[in-house]
């Protein structure tokens, strides 16, 4: 199975919002709504901050939403705060029932 | 609070074999899905696998035929074992519930493969 394409990096001031996609196919991210995102700080094991697509796990804040269409999911930070600078990791259920991550993307604070 | 917590040998001679043990607490083992996941330095996630308490296994392609995933519902217990490991297999290894989505991690534990 093929990783999911997320950008390597992205970057953005305090205050702004950005976007991270996270791109598959009809088998994974376009077939299904299993998918999440994850946090996570350097040396630090993952957070969950996003499930099926667009659901907030309690105590993440609303900040961080989820979305999809097609075979491309995205979340995005709004109101960008510096202890949001982190790894970002994307993942899908898959027609095999099987997992798989995308990349992730290295989000820098300005 | 559902608490996750790797151990096993943090150093694996190349050809054999790596073993982990997941041991979870605060929740029951016979419910949910329990996987394992693993990242090597630098890089990404990578997902190895899960298993259910009925035992009904999964497990990525790329791994599956070095790859077992069991689970000792009594000592609410999951584990791992891959079979001839090269340098390649260096990596934390995190085990991980997949509830609605990985919602609870261990601490993850650094596995090297080296004579």
């Known amino acids: 199975q093929s990783a999911l394409t997320q950008p390597a990096s992205v970057s953005g001031s305090p205050g702004q919002s950005i976007t991270i996609s996270c791109t598959g196919t009809?088998?994974?991210?376009?077939?299904?709504?299993?998918v999440s995102w994850y946090q996570q700080h350097a040396g630090k094991a993952p957070k969950l901050m996003i499930y099926e697509v667009s659901n907030r796990p309690s105590g993440v804040s609303n900040r961080f939403s989820g979305s999809k269409s097609g075979n491309t999911a995205s979340l995005t930070i709004s109101g960008l705060q510096a202890d949001d600078e982190a790894d970002y990791y994307c993942?899908?259920?898959?027609?095999?029932?099987?997992?798989?991550f995308g990349g992730g993307t290295k989000l820098t604070v300005l | 609070q559902v608490q996750l917590q790797e151990s096993g040998p943090g150093l694996v001679k190349p050809s054999e074999t790596l073993s982990l043990t997941c041991t979870v607490s605060?929740?029951?083992?016979?419910?949910?899905?329990w996987t394992w996941i693993r990242q090597p330095p630098g890089k990404g996630l990578e997902w190895i696998g899960y298993i259910y308490q009925s035992g009904n296994t999964n497990y990525n392609p790329s791994l599956k035929s070095r790859v077992t995933i069991s689970i000792d519902t009594s000592k609410n217990q999951f584990s791992l074992k891959l079979i001839s490991v090269t340098a390649a297999d260096t990596a934390v290894y995190y085990c991980?519930?997949?509830?609605?989505?990985?919602?609870?991690w261990g601490q993850g534990t650094m596995v090297t493969v080296s004579s």
């Open positions: 993942s899908s259920y898959t027609s095999s029932s099987t997992l798989v």
């Open positions: 991980a519930r997949w509830g609605d989505g990985f919602d609870f």
């Open positions: 009809s088998s994974d991210v376009g077939g299904y709504d299993y």
């Open positions: 605060g929740d029951s083992i016979s419910s949910y899905y």
